[in-house]
């Protein structure tokens, strides 16, 4: 063959197009053809992919980040995602809230029912045993 050059296109290579799952390393030169490479399809232990392979670029992959302190890992990090990251504080503060409304729920029940009583003079409940009595008097009698 004979190189191209700005004079003489006779025997120039042409330029072609990478295949489906392959991206372009460098474009074609007058005296070099297309060069491609195949696709990267996963990343590596302890990355994660960013952007998938493209026809201009292969796919991107960086470092998984570390859940720092104050921090536990509730999802880890996999070749198709970062790992998530939640706040202990969260978890502690929602354990206080309920047992705080628990706290109340509980006192405020135990406030009702000695209001209750000490309202009526434990009436409420004398009466229906009076009342009991009463009818079986009646039977007795009868």
Same mark, same amino acid.
């Given at each position: 063959? #004979?190189?191209?050059?700005? #004079?003489?296109?006779?025997?120039?290579?042409?330029?072609?197009?990478?295949?489906?799952?392959?991206?372009?390393?460098?474009?074609?030169?007058?005296?070099?053809? #297309?060069?491609?490479?195949?696709?990267?399809?996963?990343?590596?232990?302890?990355?994660?992919? #960013?952007?998938?392979?493209?026809?201009?670029?292969?796919?991107?992959?960086?470092?998984?980040?570390?859940?720092?302190?104050?921090?536990?890992?509730?999802?880890?990090?996999?070749?198709?995602?970062?790992?998530?990251?939640?706040?202990?504080?969260?978890?502690?503060?929602?354990?206080?809230?309920?047992?705080?409304?628990?706290?109340?729920?509980?006192?405020?029940?135990?406030?009702?029912?000695?209001?209750?009583?000490?309202?009526?003079?434990?009436?409420?409940?004398?009466?229906?045993?009076?009342?009991?009595?009463?009818?079986?008097?009646?039977?007795?009698?009868?």
């Amino acid at each position: 063959r #004979t190189p191209c050059t700005a #004079t003489s296109q006779t025997d120039c290579v042409g330029c072609q197009t990478c295949g489906v799952d392959e991206y372009r390393v460098t474009a074609c030169a007058p005296n070099a053809p #297309t060069q491609c490479a195949k696709c990267s399809r996963e990343c590596a232990s302890g990355r994660y992919m #960013t952007s998938p392979c493209t026809p201009a670029s292969d796919a991107t992959c960086v470092p998984c980040t570390e859940c720092g302190s104050g921090y536990w890992t509730s999802r880890p990090c996999s070749t198709s995602g970062n790992v998530e990251c939640r706040s202990i504080y969260v978890w502690v503060g929602a354990g206080l809230g309920a047992a705080v409304a628990v706290a109340l729920l509980v006192a405020g029940t135990v406030f009702v029912r000695h209001r209750r009583v000490a309202g009526s003079g434990g009436g409420d409940r004398a009466a229906p045993l009076l009342e009991h009595a009463a009818i079986q008097e009646e039977d007795v009698e009868r």
